[in-house]
């Protein structure tokens, strides 16, 4: 038994009847599958259950993975966490997302370091549609203008936006906030902005996600256990 494969494929049968029961069809949203703190070989035994798509918070721990795992072929790694200006050289080298674009001075960045042999870096405009200070993103007001700067940009792939909803056990809360989300991502498609993804919903809230359109969710604990400190 590869260790990993009941959780992995619970959370997929969770995103397939969350899709169902909002007359969605399964497949039709993404798993990414978030692993930080956990190490090389954690992601291996979950690469060999068929997941390819996988999300790093902190950029060093993230590089140091790669390497141990340079000889999986298709890995697609995202960034999920915040980025720093000092990083983006590395980023835009080794992963193929960043979804956690929150100002266009980054995004530039990105953009002009992303080599010419490579694909246009994917990126996704994260929005703070939980209005708590503590949490990164632009506000629902300035979304959609970077949203259109960024795409702009040559060596970036605008897909879509990424949203981290309240903690919350009111799941009315999380709903609107994810609704807010699922607008905006709207908005840019009827300005004219190619996105195809809207990424929400994490372990506590992927049924609300979904139900609001999520095209990606985010699972990191459901699959890989719990992590030791909330990291
Ligand atoms: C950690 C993290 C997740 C996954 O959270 P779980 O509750 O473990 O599923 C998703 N998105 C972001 C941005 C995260 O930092």
Known sequence: MVPYANAWQYVRGRIDRAATATGRA?????????????????????????????GENYV?????????????????????GPLQ????????ERFQWVETIDRLRIAMRLSDARPADLPPLNVCVQVNISGEASKSGVSPEEALALAHDA?????????????IASDTPVVATRHAEFAVLRALFDLCRSGGLPVDTLSMGMTADLESAVAEGATQVRIGSAIFGPRGRDA
């Open 151 to 163: 795409a702009a940009l040559p060596r970036l792939a605008l897909r879509g936006l990424m949203g």
């Open 85 to 92: 200006s000092n990083k983006t050289k590395v980023v835009a």
């Open 26 to 54: 399964p497949g039709s949203v993404r798993l990414l599958a978030v692993s930080k703190t956990f190490p090389p070989p954690a992601i291996r035994a979950v690469y060999g259950l068929g997941q390819r798509a996988f």
């Open 60 to 80: 060093q721990e993230a590089l140091e993975k790669m390497d141990a795992l340079a000889d999986l072929p298709d890995v697609e790694w995202h960034l999920i």
